[in-house]
């Protein structure tokens, strides 16, 4: 079973940049389509970019041209570099495998962002 490590939270001015990292251990998430998501005080967590086994990239609207999602398969690592971010993006962050509507793995503890103005 793999386990995820998220880091690279912290507090950040609006405008400001964060870069966030995802960690696997117990097995390789090359073949994974991978994952960020995020869970804000009080609402449901959500998928806000995802890459493909093959690099593919998309992102959801509220982070597109801001959030961008890659990978290092040698690492064995999921990256997030956040730009531009917003009050709004304030939330844990998490990583996972997309596995159809669903994730493939247990959750991590996830990585904390606050924006402030």
């Known amino acids: 079973q793999v386990q995820l490590v998220e880091s690279g939270g912290g507090l950040v001015q609006a405008g400001g940049s964060l870069r966030l990292s995802c960690a696997g251990s117990?097995?390789?998430?090359?073949?994974?389509?991978m994952g960020w998501y995020r869970q804000a005080p009080g609402r449901e967590r959500y998928l806000v970019a995802r890459?493909?086994?093959?690099?593919?990239?998309d992102n959801d609207g509220s982070v597109t041209g801001r959030f961008t999602i890659s990978r290092d398969n040698a690492k064995n690592a999921v990256y997030l570099q956040m730009n531009k971010l917003e009050i709004e993006d304030t939330a844990v962050y998490y990583c996972?495998?997309?596995?159809?509507?669903?994730?493939?793995?247990?959750w991590g503890q996830g990585t904390q962002v606050t924006v402030s103005s």
């Open positions: 996972n495998a997309i596995q159809g509507w669903d994730t493939k793995y247990s």
């Open positions: 117990g097995s390789t998430l090359r073949f994974d389509d």
């Open positions: 890459i493909t086994s093959s690099g593919s990239t």
